[in-house]
């Protein structure tokens, strides 16, 4: 807004008249001061309408009382969609659970106890999910990133531009019809008959003809034709050719967690292929396992497998049952969850027992040699036979045999890494990121990560070297040593002598779904097409290290190791040593379970197992392990039993095959616990005796005998792998308890107490209290169980003894600690808000309200109860209150405000909660006597019921919460919140509540708990940003997403009213608050987050119409109705109002108005921080923009109307804040671009110069000038208006795009009622604001893409963003955070990625530097289209601004700033497409008011020719088509006005002469045929046949196609300076009777002279210009202190007098069309001089400063211009400083030029023949230099052999030359001076200006010979006269007489 100055009265200068406004000091001293200050730019933030300043939320209106009262107007469709969310927005999913096995796999037996019950229920039950169908449109799911912008710009058209066609004169498509252009080179075009004049143009082929444009058409229709037109293919979605959204500031960004699925590490197949030993004898078995050494840990369960042949395994025949096809398998599939480079594959055999030890069994096999059977044949017979027997008699028995090991690290590594394609290794890398991140083990340590097990090529190993087990060295332990051992260099395993065998295994990385696999349980894993082929196992880990995972299936299997056994003291023979482990249900013999899981080759279960025998030792190790299926129901006689046996390996009659020798057992559960662990127990040497399984064996039974005296002897270990059993104590007993209670069985006996009714409350609060001492292990894989537990018992109070016992309050603390301690050991997983993916998980699909079905027994009244603790009812007790009061204010020291501040109203709610609840309402008409108090009922149920609803006491208990548990809770806010969330959709949906209006259905107890529970947490967030503001950032997240969750489950304006509380909150901070920008920023992403809910559209009320005021104000009416432009009565307040952030924008659009508040808060001048803040409040507003463009709901036009009306404030928002936006216009690589002065007569500030702001009208106004004249008039009003924090290039090209995209959907007749409502200086700013956004969208070009690829200014930009954001420590915890969790990525420290993202100017496309083609390509198509729709938008909307002002009375001055516009975009690079939609435009706008180019002194008309011709010269057919039409009515309109046209004639004419001049790639083919198509639009307009007119467009045309035919030569002698510089001069003569193009082409000579470096010619072009204009100027007026014309200049140069052509018989001042370039002024004259002064300091001709200087400064004295005066007498004090240093010996400094004297001769010459010249060169340049020169250049021209040098300087015979070659005489020649004039030529500057005689020697003798004897030798004087000066407009002058002396 304005604020008061010309006229001019701001409606924000009312603003503190207003009552009731609380403005504080700080901003009224604010307010005043910038009144005083009058600065252009006034501040929002005080401003106010209807006394609402900005800073502060505006009361919303009741959302649900909106909808109710006023329907929507519009009919059923997508608009009325917008009105209300949909019918099914919520709905209740049920998703089946993956299951991965084709059996459940859950156990069948009958009865089952609690824990197993509600394990098996808990795996086996669908999840449930409370899903917002909408909910994936919301930018926080389908976020708009680059892929998704890539996927949307897949079927853009290609825009053809100009400078993309430059490179390849043919390749503009459009041409094809050109039947010329079928030839193969440039060369084939006649240009040499061109060049010679004799082309004719009529022969030429014009383009096509507009079939309209002769139509004399109504302006309307004309207009209405355009914009259909335009309207046509046009791109939908504009923000889909811009970048997507910067993705660090997506605070918003979510994504729904992954369902919680099984764990696995990286997954390893191993396939056994064969075995081979050099004899075979005896079958052998196989069995792998993974170990890490290390860690000292077995990694997985073993795998057996069996390669034995056919006949073989015949030798077991006796002993074998059929074995199952599970036990078949020979492929296994590991997991390794840390992989590292210490783990090791390892492989040991076994054999049949017998006779002898491990070492006799393999000698054997050490010493025979397949090659030798023959030789052996008789000891093989002999051991063949042995071998049978001993399988027959001892098959189940098992001996050690060898072993080996793979170093794993080795394959991996090596397995073909040299020729790994390192793409494939990143392709195959995210699988396993990916199934890491299901199972979130992100703490491997920096070691691990070199070692990966996921991504190497398949090895296939054969092992040939095994060890033999030695009996002393079986256990783990020594095989750890092994290992060990094995990698060092001399290992000690490598002396001793190996069993010789090939073992050949495969290991690969194992595929995603592998077919025919089994589960470690042996279920199948699907796909397992055919039950019938062999299986693969899926091996379980056992892993190094915690892993934290949930339990999703039923898992309950056992591990039994045996380690070692002590019979060292047992008489008897115990030699052959045996373990039989049973599994017993009972004592019986018969009741061993068949639970033993089988090795190869055998039954799948078996009823007993066997450890291998160790021959002849009394106290063997072990290294067996057994696995057990533990059945479901573990009941207390279940025990394992171990029975050892001796067995006889020799045959003795009478004795047996085995003998039991000593028993002894586990009981498997205690106290209802199972156990495991290491057990090392007493054995008993007799059979047990009835009833020993409920004792231990630790217990000394009476007339037992014990090994050794009842000391342990046998060492076991039991490790359970079981989703049943937490074994741990806290866990096992809280389930216990709570299993308890469900089925009120007591007494209980638990542990060594037993527990009644009157005890168990306390017990099971101990245990709540004690859930936090758990192992974190178990307590994260049992997290489901225990939270669907806790939420149990908050939800279902038990009852014991008839009373309710309330455990509210400590499950709640438990549930918090519980999640605190899940959060924590899963802390490396978390995502980038901070949250635990698995408790997420929890919420989202497992949590569901316990006893949704009925609960109690159909039959059974409910008992009545009184509540025993604290429930909710009438019998609350009063206590609660005080305590709630007490713990707020506590944690709240920020309470204690001032009385009457602003947040009296938040501490006035939060204090209230705790005194009287019926008060608390955040806003007052949901108070008790408020407009809405009829809806707080009471509960229906008054303490009768035990059911609570959880949501309703979880807000409960947080709000009461003590101190410790609040700060837990608080941690991770958002879990109880999103509990909260689900819980009361639950309640909705299985409530049938959705149709329930949302007044009614939540109890108005329970909103008074929620708004206590924001405002506390929102109290928190804030207080705590100092101290810790990762957590205040994570809490102020959480919070804002809770409310957005609220606003599709509550009362609307309930949540409204919430949000406007918690921004009081933080309004209050800010005034105390060390770093406002911290608060700012947090409470921009809690505004962000709101506003990302998916009906963010219908939460702001867009259907209803906007409420205006309900009395405005006469402030703000008068202001309106004063300011008002175009319209005689007052604005439409309705439509302003829509279009500023007034009052009723902000309270019924509630969400946008915030949004937009923020934003126009972050560009306040004054903002602090402000460029983090400009960049997050851009950004947030860019982000829905994009949302709104991807939403297929608002896909409608009409639609997206809608959307649009509630970004209309962006448009004052970014025109108040343009003096602070990057000005594009201005940069480098832009001085094409016509920068120009501002017009002179712009003082006044009332007048329309100042719509257009200083520094855009410089550089639109007009004609191409030299450097340097831009400084000639002072730019005072700019610097002002700068004030306050620029806007970076990134921040103000987003914020620019958010202005075309509401511009471009906006409803234009809005547009159009809000144009006509602008005040002159608002609508000129809003003409500045287009200017600037084509300046930011011009396309670069294909070629700037390519130059940008690996640098560019953006990133410079993002340095100093950084740098701010460290100064000012505005970087936020959040971005850390994110940072961190990047670091953590599987890819290691990506930092870096943050910064290279944004590495180009406006694209965040890869992390690649160096793109590809096809990149590069892309990002040009789609720059291309960008620019080509921003320029569209910008024209429709001055199509608006055209239709606005046709009717006002200051139309003139907008119009001319509109064609300003208009004329820049012409100028810009532009496509094919838009120009013919800019032309279409320009022509209407010039037919409609052609006063606008021809009345006015204005440069628009040069400016428009020199555009249009442009355009004419394009390579393009359908640019040139419009151009030339363009051009064409041009003249006609100014032939209607006055009956000729010479303004466009003599601005044609000048724009020729420039664009020849200065325009390299200027194509004057193409230009042609435009001049074809005019004369043939000449020829066919019927409507001016009879006048002069045609002849004169006729004309003219003949007159641009001869300088057209110079052009041509030009082109020829582009590399031959000096003719090039002839040519112009000679053009520069043609037009001495035309001033205007003289001075053109004088300033297109200095201009080409500057490019050469000669600048001393330059500086002659500027004063011969200068002198033209000073003859022009005497002509006009008699001041005495200008120049009287040429005269005066003599001093300067004496070649100046030729300007003096100029007399009244050739020129009339008057005409009209001459000189009437803006350089016939006074001005421009100074300007002229300014730049011949600069040209002469830049060649050290300071002499000539001064005389220039002369002509200046009394000019500079009359206009009293004291500042230019200053800086002029100090450039002339430089000048003679220089003078005097350089006269005082270091004259050598400067050399002013070295002269030669130039011949040329032959026809091939052309012109030049037997011409003479003087040639200036630069200083010291000798003459093999400029004949080197003259000689390669014409070489080139002629081809070789044909230049000669002539070497002498005597005259040249022409009869002798050959008449086919070119001679060049080339003569060193000096300045010649007469006596009297070296009077005057003191200086040696005097010797070297103004030189026109020049002298040369040549030596001769009497006889012809040019050297002979010293008598005889002559020398002959020749004196040469050229016909000017030197220095001079050129640097090669004729010779025009010769004399010798």
């Known amino acids: 807004m304005e604020t008061q100055r010309g006229g001019e009265i701001d409606p924000g200068s009312h603003s503190l008249a207003w009552p009731g406004t609380l403005t504080v000091a700080a901003e009224v001293r604010k307010q005043v001061s910038r009144e005083r200050s009058g600065s252009p730019h006034s501040s929002r933030r005080g401003s106010s309408f209807l006394g609402v300043p900005l800073t502060e939320v ?22 009325r969609d917008l009105a209300e969310f949909p019918a099914d927005d919520l709905e209740l999913l049920l998703q089946p659970r993956e299951c991965r096995t084709t059996e459940p796999g859950i156990p069948e037996d009958g009865k089952l106890d609690a824990q197993v019950r509600a394990a098996v229920e808990m795996y086996t039950e669908d999840w449930i999910i409370a899903h917002r169908r909408y909910q994936h449109l919301s930018a926080a799911y389908s976020p708009i990133t680059t892929e998704t912008q890539r996927e949307r710009q897949k079927d853009l058209t290609r825009q053809v531009f100009e400078q993309d066609t430059s490179g390849d004169e043919r390749s503009g498509p459009e041409d094809s019809d050109d039947p010329r252009h079928s030839s193969g080179s440039p060369e084939d075009t006649p240009r040499s008959s061109g060049a010679s004049g004799i082309f004719d143009l009529r022969n030429l082929a014009a383009d096509s003809l507009l079939p309209w444009l002769l139509e004399r058409t109504a302006p309307e229709d004309v207009d209405r034709r355009n914009e259909a037109s335009r309207r046509q293919h046009r791109p939908r979605a504009l923000l889909a050719l811009y970048p997507a959204p910067d993705e660090d500031e997506a605070v918003e960004r979510c994504s729904r967690p992954e369902p919680p699925r099984e764990h696995f590490g990286q997954r390893i197949l191993v396939k056994c292929l064969s075995l081979k030993f050099e004899i075979e004898i005896e079958p052998i078995f196989g069995i792998l396992a993974l170990y890490d050494v290390r860690e000292k840990k077995k990694i997985s369960e073993n795998f057996y497998f069996d390669l034995n042949s056919d006949s073989m395994k015949g030798l077991l025949r006796a002993h074998g049952t059929h074995p199952a096809i599970s036990t078949l398998a020979r492929s296994a599939i590991f997991s390794v969850t840390y992989p590292s ?117 398949p090895a296939t190993l054969t092992v040939t070297n095994f060890f033999k087990q030695e009996a002393e060295r079986l256990s783990d332990e020594d095989l750890f040593k092994f290992l060990a051992d094995m990698r060092r260099p001399s290992s000690v395993l490598r002396r001793l002598r190996p069993v010789t065998a090939q073992l050949k295994i495969d290991i690969s990385p194992a595929p995603e779904n592998p077919h025919f696999c ?277 939800v279902r109070p038990p009852i014991i003894g008839g009373q309710i016992v309330n455990l509210g309050r400590g499950a709640f603390e438990a549930m918090a600690h519980v999640v605190s301690l899940v959060h924590r050991s899963l802390e490396a997983a978390q995502d980038a808000r901070g949250h635990c993916p698995l408790l997420a998980a929890y919420v989202h699909y497992a949590f569901r309200l316990p006893g949704t ?84 009922r009471a509960p229906p149920y008054c303490g009768a019921d035990p059911r609570q609803l959880l949501h309703e006491e979880l807000a409960l208990q947080w709000v009461v919460s003590g101190s410790a548990v609040r700060e837990a809770v608080l941690q991770h806010a958002w879990f109880f919140f999103q509990l909260m969330v689900k819980s009361m959709a639950l309640h909705l949906l299985l409530g049938q509540r959705l149709d329930t209006p949302r007044k009614l259905r939540f109890p108005g107890r329970f909103l008074d708990d929620i708004a206590a529970l924001v405002g506390s947490v929102g109290l928190e967030v804030i207080t705590r940003l100092y101290k810790d503001a990762e957590l205040a950032e994570r809490l102020n997240a959480s919070l804002a997403f809770f409310l957005s969750d609220l606003l599709s489950l509550v009362d609307r304006g309930f949540i409204f009213s919430l949000v406007r509380a918690h921004y009081k909150q933080v309004a209050t901070r800010l005034q105390s608050a060390p770093n406002p920008a911290l608060l700012l920023t947090l409470r921009m992403d809690f505004t962000r987050i709101l506003c990302s809910h998916e009906h963010y559209v219908t939460l702001n009320l867009p259907c209803c119409p906007l409420s205006p005021p309900a009395s405005p104000s006469p402030s703000v009416s008068s202001t309106t109705s004063q300011s008002s432009t175009f319209s005689s009565q007052a604005p439409d307040p309705k439509v302003t109002s829509m279009f500023e952030l007034s009052g009723p924008f902000r309270q019924q659009h509630f969400l946008a108005g915030l949004l937009l508040t923020e934003l126009a808060l972050a560009l306040e001048p004054e903002a602090e921080g402000a460029f983090l803040l400009h960049k997050k409040a851009i950004s947030a507003v860019h982000s829905l923009l994009c949302g709104h463009d991807a939403d297929p709901r608002y896909a409608e036009a009409a639609v997206k109307a809608r959307v649009a009306e509630l970004y209309l404030p962006l448009l004052s928002l970014a025109r108040d804040t343009l003096p602070r936006l990057h000005d594009f216009a201005e940069g480098p690589g832009q001085r094409s671009r016509l920068a120009s002065m501002l017009d002179s007569d712009t003082e006044g500030e009332g007048d329309i110069g100042g719509t257009i702001n200083p520094s855009v009208a410089m550089a639109i106004a007009g004609g191409p000038l030299a450097p340097g004249s831009r400084a000639s008039i002072s730019q005072g009003p700019v610097a002002a208006s700068r004030s306050g924090c620029p806007l970076s290039a990134e921040s103000s090209r987003t914020l620019l795009v958010c202005v075309l995209w509401v511009l471009k959907n906006a409803e234009p007749a809005l547009l159009q009622r809000w144009a006509a409502d602008l005040a002159l200086p608002q609508l000129g700013r809003l003409l500045d604001l287009l200017y600037l956004c084509l300046a930011a969208f011009e396309y670069k070009g294909k070629k700037a893409f390519e130059r940008i690829n690996s640098l560019t200014f953006k990133k410079s930009l993002d340095m100093k963003a950084r740098l701010e954001e460290a100064i000012l420590g505005t970087i936020g915890a959040r971005q850390d955070m994110v940072r961190r969790s990047r670091e953590r990525s599987p890819f290691g420290n990506q930092e870096n990625v943050r910064w290279r993202k944004s590495i180009t100017h406006w694209r965040q496309t890869s992390d690649r530097v160096d793109k590809t083609k096809d990149e590069m390509e892309h990002e040009a198509l789609v720059d291309g289209n960008l620019a080509t729709e921003a320029s569209l938008v910008v024209l429709d909307t001055l199509e608006i601004i055209v239709q606005t002002v046709m009717l006002s009375e200051a139309r003139e001055s907008i119009l001319g700033a509109v064609l300003k516009v208009v004329l820049y975009s012409l100028g810009s690079a532009q ?234 018989d050739i020129l009339s001042p008057d005409e009209e069309g001459f000189c009437s370039g803006k350089h016939f002024t006074e001005l421009g004259l100074v300007g002229l001089l300014e730049q011949a002064a600069a040209y002469f300091t830049m060649g050290g001709l300071y002499e000539a400063v001064n005389e220039v200087y002369k002509t200046l400064i009394p000019i500079l004295e009359a206009h009293r211009d004291y500042k230019k005066l200053a800086a002029v007498h100090g450039k002339l004090q430089e000048a003679f400083t220089k003078i005097m240093h350089q006269s005082s010996g270091w004259e050598m400094q400067r050399v002013f030029g070295t002269y030669f004297r130039v011949g040329f001769y032959g026809a091939r010459f052309g012109d030049l023949d037997e011409q003479e010249f003087v040639y200036k060169e630069p200083s010291i340049t000798k003459l093999a230099e400029i004949s080197h020169r003259l000689e390669e250049f014409y070489t080139e021209r002629f081809g070789e052999d044909v230049v000669e040098i002539v070497k002498d300087s005597n005259p040249v015979d022409k009869t002798k030359l050959d008449p086919q070659k070119a001679y060049i005489q080339i003569t060193y020649v000096e300045p010649h001076f007469d006596t009297y004039e070296l009077k005057d030529r003191v200086t040696y500057f005097d010797r070297n200006y103004g030189l026109r005689t020049f002298l040369f020697c040549t030596p001769f003798t009497p006889d012809g010979r040019a050297h002979g004897e010293l008598p005889e030798q002559h020398k002959r004087k020749t004196l040469l006269s050229t016909d000017h000066a030197f220095p001079y407009i050129k640097t090669r002058i004729r010779v025009c007489h010769r004399e010798e002396c």
């Open 341 to 457: 480079p210490d783990i090791f594959l390892v492989i040991k055999l076994e054999k049949v027992l017998q006779q002898g030890d491990i070492s006799e069994c393999c000698e054997p096999y050490m010493v025979m040699k397949e090659v030798d059977t023959a030789k052996n044949k008789e000891k093989l017979e002999k051991l063949r036979l042995a071998a049978e027997q001993f399988c027959t008699r001892l098959g189940r028995y098992r001996m050690p045999f060898a072993w080996t090991a793979v170093h794993l690290a080795n394959i991996v590594s090596s397995a073909g890494q040299p020729d790994r394609d390192s793409d494939s290794e990143g392709e195959r890398r995210p699988a396993w990121t990916d199934r890491r991140r299901r199972g979130p083990q992100d703490r491997t340590s920096s070691g691990d990560d070199t070692c990966s097990f996921s991504g190497f090529r």
């Open 1471 to 1704: 496509s094919a497409l838009f120009l013919q939609h800019g032309l279409a435009t320009q022509r209407a706008l010039v037919s409609k008011f052609p006063e606008l180019l021809f009345e006015e002194d204005t440069e628009l008309c040069a400016d428009l020719c020199l555009r249009l011709l442009r355009h004419c010269g394009s390579r393009l057919s359908t640019v040139r088509t419009h151009a030339s039409a363009s051009l064409y009515l041009l003249m006609r309109q100014n032939f209607e006005i006055g009956n000729n046209f010479a303004r466009v004639k003599m601005q044609v004419t000048m724009s020729l002469s420039s664009l020849v001049g200065t325009t390299q790639s200027f194509s004057e083919e193409h230009l042609r045929r435009s001049l074809k198509t005019i004369l043939t639009y000449a020829e066919e307009d019927v409507g001016l046949r009879d006048s002069t007119f045609a002849e004169q467009v006729q004309d003219l045309m003949f007159n641009l196609h001869m300088i057209l035919t110079d052009t041509v030569k030009m082109k020829e002698h582009q590399e031959d300076p000096e003719m090039l510089i002839d040519l112009m001069y000679r053009i520069a003569r043609g037009y001495q009777g035309s001033p205007d193009l003289r001075l053109t082409w004088l300033q297109n000579m200095a201009g080409k002279h500057a490019e050469l470096g000669n600048h001393a010619e330059a500086a002659q072009c500027m004063v011969h210009a200068a002198a033209l204009v000073a003859e022009y100027l005497a002509l006009l007026e008699d001041s005495r202190y200008l120049p009287v014309g040429c005269v005066s200049f003599q001093n300067i140069s004496s070649n100046v007098l030729e300007e003096s052509a100029i007399s009244d």
């Open 853 to 936: 079905e009925p609960s109690l027994p159909s039959g059974t009244p409910p008992v009545a109860m009184q509540p025993a603790t604290l429930a909710r009812g009438p019998g609350r007790p009063t206590s609660l209150y005080l305590a709630r009061s007490k713990s707020i204010s506590s944690s709240n020291p920020d309470l204690a405000v001032a009385p009457g501040s602003v947040d009296d109203e938040v501490s006035r709610i939060l204090a209230s909660k705790g005194i009287d609840r019926s008060h608390s309402w955040v806003n007052s008409a949901y108070a008790p006597g408020g407009s809405k108090a009829v809806l707080r």
């Open 518 to 794: 089994l589960s470690p349980e042996l279920l199948h894993v699907k796909p397992y097409p055919d039950p019938r082929g062999r299986p693969t196992k899926e091996i379980l880990e056992f892993p190094a290290r915690e892993v934290y995972a949930p339990h999703t299936s039923y898992r309950n299997l056992l591990y039994v190791y045996p380690h070692c056994l002590n019979f060292s003291s047992r008489q008897g023979s115990v030699r052959n040593l045996t373990v039989r482990v049973q599994y017993m249900a009972g004592e019986d013999p018969s009741q061993a379970l068949p639970v033993i899981f089988g090795k190869s080759s055998c039954s799948e279960f078996t009823r007993e197992a066997f450890t291998p025998v160790v021959y002849h030792n009394k106290s063997p190790e072990f290294y067996e392990e057994f696995k057990l299926r533990l059945p479901a129901c573990v009941t207390e006689n279940h025990h394992l039993l171990f029975t050892f046996y001796h067995v006889s390996c020799q045959p003795r009659p009478g004795t047996a095959l085995e003998t039991p020798v000593g028993f002894t057992w586990i009981p498997l559960l205690q106290h209802g616990c199972l156990r495991t662990g290491p057990f090392c127990l007493p054995v008993s040497v007799d059979q047990l005796p009835p009833s020993y399984s409920v004792l231990t064996p630790d217990v000394a039974l009476p007339g037992m005998r014990w090994v050794d005296g009842h000391k342990g002897v046998f060492s076991v270990e039991l490790t359970a792998v079981s989703s049943v059993h937490p074994q741990d104590p806290h866990l096992d007993k809280f389930f216990t308890l709570v299993h308890v209670l469900e089925e009120g069985a007591f007494p209980f006996r638990l542990k060594d107490t037993v527990l009644s009714e009157s005890t168990v409350e306390q017990e099971m609060r101990a245990s709540l209290a004690a859930l936090r001492l758990a192992s974190p292990e178990p307590l994260v894989a049992f997290s489901h169980h225990v939270l669907d537990k806790l939420v149990r018992l908050v």
């Open 58 to 79: 505006i009361e919303p209106l009741d959302f649900e009382d909106v909808l109710l009262s006023r329907p929507p107007d519009a009919e059923p469709g997508p608009l």
